[in-house]
T-cell receptor, first 115, second 111 residues
């Protein structure tokens, strides 16, 4: 157990809909990262927050948005969903930015299926 | 932009040694990490190289050559439970570095 909690674990929805994925980082971690992993693909970096502020952005679509709240939990909002958005979405956390050892702690992921 | 290349799949037998290579091109580089991911599971951290050379952690070792933009993960005394995907990741960017992952290498260990 990494200490990172993601909800929901599974989500099935239809094209055009909007969903929100939630992440609670490990106690004491200030940085939250979101990654997308499509079937048999690598981990695509989406976005990073540190202590409530956006710090780095990756290949995140305009239909996607995220935020980190004062209690440090984060939400990833996916809207106007398309079939291609079906993927495993991981949240990870670290004390600061990718830490001094490149170690991130990953949650178990939220599996999104768009029908 | 950044790119990290790894072989897509490697096969080996129990007890053997296997090496998974990773070459990278990145605009900024602050270290190379390795992660293991079992099917359907979360990636878990294995090792990190910030400087050139070999780092050893039990049966796993990782090597980095910054001049060659190259690293590898060495797994010894392979066990069936080592069957998983292995990702190299580059820590890049100044300040709050982000972690960019390679496409992953699927390791299949057979009896």
């Amino acid at each position: 157990d990494s200490g990172v909690t993601q909800t929901p674990k599974h989500l099935i929805t239809a094209t055009g809909q909007r969903v929100t994925l939630r992440c609670s980082p490990r106690s004491g971690d200030l940085s939250v990262y979101w990654y997308q992993q499509s079937l048999d693909q690598g981990l695509q970096f989406l976005i990073q927050y540190y202590n409530g502020e956006e710090r780095a952005k990756g290949n995140i679509l305009e239909r996607f948005s995220a935020q980190q709240f004062p209690d440090l939990h984060s939400e990833l909002n996916l809207s106007s969903l398309e079939l291609g958005d079906s993927a495993l979405y991981f949240c990870a956390s670290s004390v600061a930015g990718a830490s001094n050892t490149g170690e991130l702690f990953f949650g178990e992921g939220s599996r999104l299926t768009v029908l | 932009g950044q790119s990290l290349e790894q072989p897509s799949e490697v096969t080996a037998v129990e007890g053997a040694i296997v090496q998974i290579n990773c070459t990278y091109q990145t605009s900024g580089f602050y270290g190379l990490s390795w992660y293991q991911q079992h099917d359907g599971g979360a990636p878990t951290f294995l090792s990190y190289n910030g400087l050139d050379g070999l780092e050893e952690t039990g049966r796993f070792s990782s090597f980095l050559s910054r001049s060659d933009s190259y690293g590898y993960l060495l797994l010894q005394e392979l066990q069936m439970k080592d069957s998983a995907s292995y990702f190299c990741a580059v820590r890049e960017g100044q300040g709050f570095q982000k972690l960019v992952f390679g496409t992953g290498t699927r390791l299949l260990v057979s009896p």
